[in-house]
């Protein structure tokens, strides 16, 4: 059984087809990047793995994380499988960060929302995550001190915040 199997995905707005009929799966420790043309529905398709999609989207399929389906599944069980389960890291990833918040605010967000730490811990953590991703901007550096590259450490961050997770561990290991 692969850790992620997507079956038939087909991602409809009105009469324009963004997915058609994609399938494919992914299993403990593998790595994928989505590569094609503009257009060509990558965006869409890691947007309906997350159950990101707006809801004019028609979405037909299957779409399952450790054997259990994701696609139509319940706000707080797409919200554990965001935290726990996958990353996205965007194109952009400066837009994944609010320019108007400094850093260590939005990364202690995530750490309070998933409950990886209670407040108490939670700056500690802030500053392991930092410290993982060579914290070019400290905690307390407001968004806009941050480089591009920066950024794209930053952006799967909030994602690495549970810590290792198991299923992601190198085969042979």
């Not at 979405?59 to 139509?72: A, D, N, Q, V, Y």
């Not at 609010?98 to 700056?123: C, I, T």
């Amino acid at each position: 059984m692969s850790l992620l199997e997507v079956n038939g995905l087909t991602v409809r707005y009105g009469d324009n087809t963004a997915v058609d009929a994609l399938s494919f799966a992914i299993g403990a420790g593998e790595s994928v990047g989505l590569v094609g043309e503009s257009g060509s529905g990558k965006s869409q398709t890691a947007l309906a793995i997350l159950g990101l999609l707006p809801e004019s989207a028609s979405i037909h399929g299957s779409i399952t994380f450790e054997g259990k389906e994701i696609l139509g599944a319940r706000e707080a069980v797409l919200d554990e499988f965001r935290a726990r389960g996958v990353a996205i890291v965007f194109q952009d990833p400066a837009q994944a960060l609010n320019p108007f918040m400094r850093v260590g605010q939005q990364l202690r967000r995530v750490v309070m929302r998933h409950a990886v730490a209670d407040a108490k811990a939670a700056k500690a953590r802030i500053l392991e995550m930092l410290k993982r991703v060579g914290r070019a901007a400290g905690p307390g550096a407001p968004v806009s001190c941050v480089s591009a590259s920066t950024f794209r450490r930053y952006a799967p961050t909030g994602h690495d915040c549970p810590g290792p997770d198991s299923r992601a561990e190198t085969p042979g290991r």
